[in-house]
């Protein structure tokens, strides 16, 4: 057993525990959950940010094209108890050539695999347990020295009750004013720390925004920008990436324009003609939104579902992306869908006070409602669409 000395810190009338110790450590004795696994005080634990955090740590994350400190100041919170419980002792010392006698706290800390078994899940994790799931050895990056010298910052309570941890939990978690996501974002962008798909998102929102012809230039919110009736990254993002957009980027674009400028430079293009085309057809503006619908985040969270199957349905046309042809099987959505006027799909205030479209403006006040409205009214234009195309067999 290895004694891990701890400096005792008192708020009213209780007592906890400041510790300096290897992470290694900690994490053998952890309670064992696994990832997505129902806990009784926090949350289930996310492997993917374990593993990021282990990357990280191992110097692997890039940022400013340098490898990451990968330094963690900030002090996850742990509980202990059983025998590896907070222990105290008299010691003497001498202090200004006088020797008195002052009590000194200390944890035993089991370090051989047998010492382990025995405290098995006698420490558990209060606050920050992907910090310290990272050093754990199934999650540990290859690249990260086994023999370098890594310490952390622990606050350390001892025997706390469930409802005690509940309570540190929902402080530390809850009653903290926290980075608002877009922000965060925006921070992870600048550092280097936003990878894949997420990356990709970023920079192509990115150029969106920039481009002056765009009907989103600088509508789109980054960090902790402030826009009337704007969007935020963060939502956008996620919508390129669940609704094919992204998708749509990989498979269409780049493999015609492989130079990575050319090909976020085409598909801005490609995105500024689809939306002006839905613009002019609509009679609205995204620069100057009123209270149509179409100009909300769930109408582009419409427009964006809908983006890859209509682009698909002209490529195989042989059309190019023009906005042209983007109008000319827009324009087919009133008849597909027995509609007076293009307004009618996005159930404005100025569309037909009906049942039919009172019940779609419905479907925009909730994601799932709006993606299966989208779902059902692109297959029934692109039905429409070839019907059309056959004209008649005899």
Not at 255 to 267: C, I, K, M, S, T
Not at 311 to 332: G, Q
Not at 350 to 363: Q, Y
């Amino acid at each position: 057993m290895k004694k891990i000395i701890v400096h005792k810190i008192q708020q009213k009338d209780v007592d906890f525990y400041s510790m300096v110790a290897d992470p290694r450590m900690v994490a053998k004795l952890r309670r064992k959950y696994t990832a997505g696994e129902k806990q009784d005080v926090q949350r289930p634990w996310i492997e993917k940010k374990v593993r990021e955090i282990s990357e990280y740590v191992a110097g692997k994350t890039k940022i400013e094209d340098k490898k990451s400190l990968g330094l963690i100041p900030n002090s996850p919170i742990i509980n202990v108890k059983g025998d590896l419980k907070v222990r105290s002792e008299e010691i003497f010392i001498e202090e200004n050539g006088t020797k008195k006698t002052i009590t000194q706290y200390y944890i035993m800390f089991p370090e051989t695999e047998e010492e382990i078994v025995e405290h098995e899940n006698e420490l558990e994790i209060i606050d920050g347990q992907h910090r310290i799931i990272a050093f754990d050895e199934d999650y540990i990056d290859p690249n990260f020295d086994s023999n370098i010298i890594y310490e952390m910052n622990f606050s350390v309570f001892s025997n706390q009750t469930d409802n005690e941890r509940k309570e540190l939990f929902m402080v530390t978690n809850e009653k903290q004013d926290k980075v608002e996501t877009n922000l965060l974002r925006y921070i992870k962008k600048s550092l280097g720390m936003l990878i894949g798909d997420d990356e990709v998102t970023y920079d192509l929102l990115d150029a969106i925004n920039r481009e002056s012809s765009s009907p989103l230039y600088q509508k789109i919110m980054f960090g902790a920008d402030k826009i009337k009736k704007g969007y935020k990254e963060t939502q956008m993002s996620k919508i390129f990436k669940l609704y094919g957009v992204k998708k749509f980027y990989d498979n269409r674009v780049i493999p015609v324009y492989q130079n990575e400028r050319e090909a976020v430079n085409n598909f801005v293009i490609i995105i500024d003609n689809y939306l002006s085309a839905w613009e002019e057809l609509s009679n609205v503006s995204f620069q100057q939104p009123e209270s149509d619908t179409i100009t909300k985040i769930s109408g582009l969270r419409y427009l964006m579902y809908v983006f890859p199957e209509i682009c698909d349905k002209l490529i195989n046309n042989k059309e190019k992306l023009l906005k042209d042809n983007f109008k000319n099987l827009i324009s087919k959505y009133p008849e597909a869908l027995k509609l007076e006027n293009i307004k009618c799909v996005f159930c404005d205030d100025k569309g037909e006070d009906n049942e039919e479209t009172i019940e779609r403006s419905l479907a925009f006040r909730g994601e799932g409602a709006t993606i299966a409205l989208a779902k059902s009214d692109i297959q029934k234009v692109l039905a429409y669409v070839n019907s059309e195309q056959i004209g008649g067999l005899l």
